[in-house]
C-alpha cells in the first residue's frame, strides 16, 4: 500500500483511482458542509445556488462510488464464500451504529437541524439492500432510474411521523441538516455499482492504469483510503474552528 508520503506502489488489492475518485469526494464533502456550518450558525447566504448545485455533485460523487465500491468488494467476498452475509451485517452495524451516534449528537448539541437519516445512516443500510440486486450487474442502471424516478413522487408524500424517513417520506416543514433518503439515493448507488459490473467486473480492473507518483494525486489518494474517519472528524475541528475565531455560535446548545 502507498503511504500519503511514501513511495511504494499500490497493491492488486486497490485501486487507486477508486481512492482518488473517493478523496475528491470527501475532500468536496468538508467544503461542502463548512459552507452549511457558515450558513446555519452565522447566517451566510452567498452563492446560494453555487453551494446547493455543489452539494449535490459531492453527495452524488460521493454515493456512486460507494455504490462502485461495494460492487468490488463483495465482488471479492463471494469468490471466499457464496454468502457473505455476516461482514455485510457487521458493515451495516458500524456504519449506522455511527449514524446513531450523529443522531443523538446532534440532537443534544443543535437547536435544530437533527440528523435522523443521513449519509451514514443511508450507506449502513445501502450495504444491505444492494446484495440482492448484485446479480443484475449492468441492469441496476434501471433500478437506479426507478428510484430517481420514484422520489419524485415520495417526495411529494408527508406524514406525521419520523419512522418513515429512511424512504423519504417527511413530515411537514421538516428540517436536518443532512438527509440522504432511499429514494432518490438508492438509486446513485445503484448506478455506482452498473458501473462497478463493467469496469471492474468479478472485483478486477478490466484495464491498465499506472499510478502517478504526484504529491497532490497521493495525497488524495491517501483521503480516499481514509474517509469515513475524515467524516467523523472533520465536522468537530470545523466547529471547533468556528467557536475558537467568533467565541459563541448561535443554534449551538452547549
Not at 442502471?141 to 418513515?164: C, P, Y
Amino acid at each position: 500500500m502507498i503511504r500519503m508520503f511514501g513511495s511504494e506502489i499500490y497493491s492488486s488489492g486497490r485501486f487507486w483511482e477508486v481512492d482518488l475518485a473517493r478523496g475528491i469526494g470527501i475532500i468536496m464533502m468538508v467544503i461542502s458542509n463548512f459552507i452549511t456550518d457558515l450558513q446555519y450558525f452565522l447566517n451566510y447566504s452567498g452563492h446560494q445556488v453555487f453551494w446547493k448545485v455543489f452539494a449535490y455533485t459531492t453527495a452524488s460523487i460521493f454515493v456512486f462510488i460507494s455504490g462502485l465500491s461495494f460492487w468490488i468488494s463483495y465482488s471479492r467476498s463471494i469468490k471466499k464464500n457464496p454468502r457473505p452475509y455476516k461482514k455485510y451485517l457487521r458493515r451495516f452495524a458500524k456504519l449506522f451504529g455511527l449514524g446513531i451516534l450523529i443522531t443523538i449528537t446532534t440532537k443534544v448539541l443543535l437547536s435544530s437541524g437533527t440528523i435522523y437519516f443521513g449519509i451514514l445512516h443511508f450507506l449502513g443500510v445501502a450495504s444491505l439492500l444492494a446484495i440482492p440486486f448484485y446479480r443484475f450487474k449492468e441492469k441496476n442502471i434501471f433500478f437506479g432510474v426507478f428510484f430517481l424516478l420514484g422520489s419524485l413522487i415520495i417526495s411529494k408524500i408527508h406524514a406525521n411521523t419520523i419512522a418513515l424517513l429512511p424512504l423519504g417520506i417527511t413530515p411537514s416543514e421538516f428540517f436536518t441538516l443532512d438527509y440522504f433518503p432511499i429514494f432518490p439515493w438508492l438509486g446513485v448507488y445503484l448506478f455506482g455499482m452498473a458501473m462497478g459490473s463493467l469496469l471492474y467486473p468479478e472485483g478486477m480492473r478490466r484495464f491498465n492504469l499506472d499510478f502517478p507518483r504526484i504529491l497532490p494525486v497521493r495525497f488524495v489518494c491517501w483521503a480516499g483510503r481514509h474517509t469515513l474517519k475524515i467524516y467523523i472528524v472533520h465536522q468537530p475541528v470545523l466547529v471547533g474552528l468556528l467557536l475558537l475565531i467568533y467565541g459563541s455560535l448561535p443554534n449551538l446548545s452547549l
